[in-house]
T-cell receptor, first 114, second 113 residues
């Protein structure tokens, strides 16, 4: 089945640092989304992207829909302790029908530097 | 505005048993999708319900079935439970069958022993 390759798998952050992560696919997606999941909770939608090249911000988070439509990027500026968690990218191949479901990456785990 | 609610939050079942998980969508949403999330993995799509019918299905066996009620709430049923069915089961709701913006509940942690 379809797979999204998300990197890095994990990273450590120090408060105030900027963070970058990305997601790539062998398939073209119509929509890219980024979610954050805290332990014991469901994923929370952060940003949705609908158009190739689109750059969208949500506070300190900025995400981009890659020009090739096969990748997406998420940046977090000036990280704070509550940014810790697992970030998932998700893509949608089409709109409804047989392609309306979300395909998720394996996640990027953000932890605080000891 | 109530978000997506799932019940129960935790469940322990024995191999071979059957289980029913429940989901109430976010207010105003009419589409419910179910996902299975194994430990350390991203959610995997099980199926989607819209207008009380299963509209799309992922790569899951027939042991997994569901239902959507007229008030848009939904159930996920799993028969003949296997140890490998242990996972976090997530319900997501959205407005319209093709909408990508899915809002998730907190999940039901199912443990099969």
């Amino acid at each position: 089945g379809q797979q999204l390759n998300q990197s890095p798998q994990s990273m450590f952050i120090q408060e105030g640092e900027d963070v970058s992560m990305n997601c790539t696919s062998s398939s073209i997606f119509n929509t890219w989304l980024w979610y954050k999941q805290d332990p014991g909770e469901g994923p929370v939608l952060l940003i949705a992207l609908y158009k190739a090249g689109e750059l969208t911000s949500n506070g300190r988070l900025t995400a981009q829909f890659g020009i090739t439509r096969k990748d997406s990027f998420l940046n977090i500026s000036a990280s704070i302790p509550s940014d810790v968690g697992i970030y998932f990218c998700a893509g949608q191949l089409g709109y409804g029908g047989s392609q309306g479901n979300l395909i998720f990456g394996k996640g990027t785990k953000l932890s605080v530097k000891p | 505005d109530a978000g997506v609610t799932q019940s129960p939050t935790h469940l322990i079942k024995t191999r071979g048993q059957q289980v029913t998980l429940r989901c109430s969508p976010k207010s105003g949403h009419d589409t419910v999708s179910w996902y299975q999330q194994a430990l350390g993995q991203g959610p995997q799509f099980i199926f989607q319900y819209y207008e009380e019918e299963e509209r799309q299905r992922g790569n899951f066996p027939d042991r997994f079935s569901g239902h959507q009620f007229p008030n848009y709430s939904s159930e996920l049923n799993v028969n003949a439970l296997l140890l490998g069915d242990s996972a976090l089961y997530l319900c997501a709701s959205s407005l319209g069958q093709g909408s990508a913006e899915a809002f998730f509940g907190q999940g039901t942690r199912l443990t099969v022993v």
